[in-house]
């Protein structure tokens, strides 16, 4: 069982972690699976991290290292213990451009990893207009776009979701 990521709940699903017999840098053990996003360090640590080391912040600490980009949640005025859990104690995605962490309701927001190609086609209701007002899209815009969409590619879409009110968000990234 992996350790549970509060704003990150399910990062095998979004390619964060993987399974691997590759030892951690910071523990010393091969615990059967590892993280693959970025590492903001002096070191360059690539797939070197176990899970554990980064939910219990020792990988952080030992290596002075964040796994995400805070400005995002700097800006929106987060609690600092918020910042702190999301950028040094939470699996990152994997992004072209900096990780942009969205929040809501003074929290951020869970990460759930690249939208589906169904979800996209098929956004509707508050989810649709979260959609265009993150996008900065119209409606036609967006069913121009969606037949094209390919999760993993780029443009990405990555979907998040508030913890308190539900409602999920999109950030979108290219290369
Ligand atoms: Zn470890
Ligand atoms: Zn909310």
């Known amino acids: 069982m992996l350790p549970s990521f509060r704003y990150h709940p399910d990062p095998i699903a979004t390619g964060s972690i993987k399974p691997s017999s590759a030892v ?3 523990c010393g053990q091969a615990r059967g699976s590892i993280y ?23 990988a952080a600490e030992r290596f002075d290292a964040m796994f995400c980009d805070d400005h995002s949640l700097t800006k929106a ?29 003074d929290d951020a927001c869970e990460f759930h990893g690249d939208v589906s190609h169904d979800e996209l086609r098929s956004l509707s209701g508050p989810a ?24 993993g ?10 913890r308190h009110c ?3 968000q999109y950030g979108y990234d290219c290369d």
């Open 36 to 58: 693959t996003a970025s590492v903001y360090c002096l070191d360059e640590i690539r797939e070197q991290l176990c899970p554990w080391c980064i939910a219990d912040g020792s």
């Open 128 to 151: 649709l207009a979260s959609f265009l007002a993150s996008t900065g899209w119209t409606a036609t815009q967006l069913n121009e776009f969606a037949p094209n969409y390919h999760p």
């Open 153 to 162: 590619g780029s443009p990405a879409i990555y979907k998040f979701v508030c």
């Open 77 to 105: 005025g987060l609690a600092a213990g918020i910042i702190t859990e999301v950028t040094r104690r939470t699996p990152g995605y994997i992004s072209w451009q900096s990780e942009d962490w969205l929040s809501c309701c």
């Open 24 to 26: 951690c840098i910071c």
């Open 166 to 168: 539900k409602l999920p």
